[in-house]
């Protein structure tokens, strides 16, 4: 049990080294995967180190594969780890540190995009929102084809506080490919501004722990990879919904090199865009002239708070979708041709 207390600090006894259990149990990466494997400890040591302190700490870690990171949240006296990984090839691997771990170590083949994790740990880890982030900790180093649509989902489920946070604030670090790293920490007017770094800084403290050069994983990928930790905020700097939210950061950033009021114009039926796009920006403060990179959280805020009123006005406005209306607008024009066409016939 978290906070139980422990006597003395846990070691795994010697094992063979992560390259011999890649070799004994033949775990070629597998490209189509997205495999790159983490082999130096001192470096799987470092991540885990950088995830806080994991004395008797539930760990949920994701995409476990030959076990490189598994043996150093092993190794920090966690009270237990619970491990989802997807390629059944890894699961011996992962068994015989089990073994050498008892009553430590869970082991699910699974998939990290539907496990539910709410359901895994004692209820009794639960916190308040408002207090300190449970013993609860997420670790990962999972193909960047995973990890970018994972968070997104953990943020909208940060922003329900459920899924992993029914336990309360739980804290998670994990790799990204070094430029989506930038994009999610990047500050207001940076280049790698964008849509994520938005949705992840209005429910999370982010930030960029250290990068790792591709040549530290085997086989070495094409990009350097970061590594980054979340905690999310007590209060959100957006208090609405995730999928308002997103809608309008999205948006925002549908047009990054003009100015803001060409995407957030998106927003609305083409017949009332220049007449409510004015408003928005009137109403919640905010300079047309700014590009999406320019606008800050806050100015994210007012924007935000200002559709949901004009949404709140029309309730058809949420539904809307330019590219639906570009679409109809389409065949329209087209029948139209066609009619022209059959009357010179
Ligand atoms: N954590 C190991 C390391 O650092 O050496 C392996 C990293 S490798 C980049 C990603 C791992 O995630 C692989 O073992 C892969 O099979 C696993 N994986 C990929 N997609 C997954 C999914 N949807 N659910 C669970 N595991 C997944």
Redesign the pocket.
Known sequence: MAGSGTLSAFRLPPLPT?REIIKLFRLQA?KQ???????DLRL?DKIVKKAGNLTDAYVY??????????RSILNANVAELLV????SR?IPGLQMLSDAAPGKLRIVH????TFKVERAFPESLKRQWEDDPPNVHII????FN?STPLIVKWLENVSCRDGPFIYGRTQMMLTFQKEVAERLTANTGSKQRSRLSIMAQYLCNVQHIFTIPGQAFVPKPEVDVGVVHFTPLVQPRIEQPFKLVEKVVQNAFQFRRKYCYRGLGMLFPEVERVESTGKLLELADVDPTLRPTQLSVSHFKSLCDVYRKMCDEDPLLFAYNFREELKQNKSKNQEKEDDKEKHRL
């Open positions: 992560i597998a995967l997205s495999q790159n494997f983490l082999l799987t870690e994701v995409g476990p594969g030959p076990g490189g990171i598994t989802v990984e997807k390629d890894f699974g998939d990290v995009l990962g180093n999972l193909p995973v």
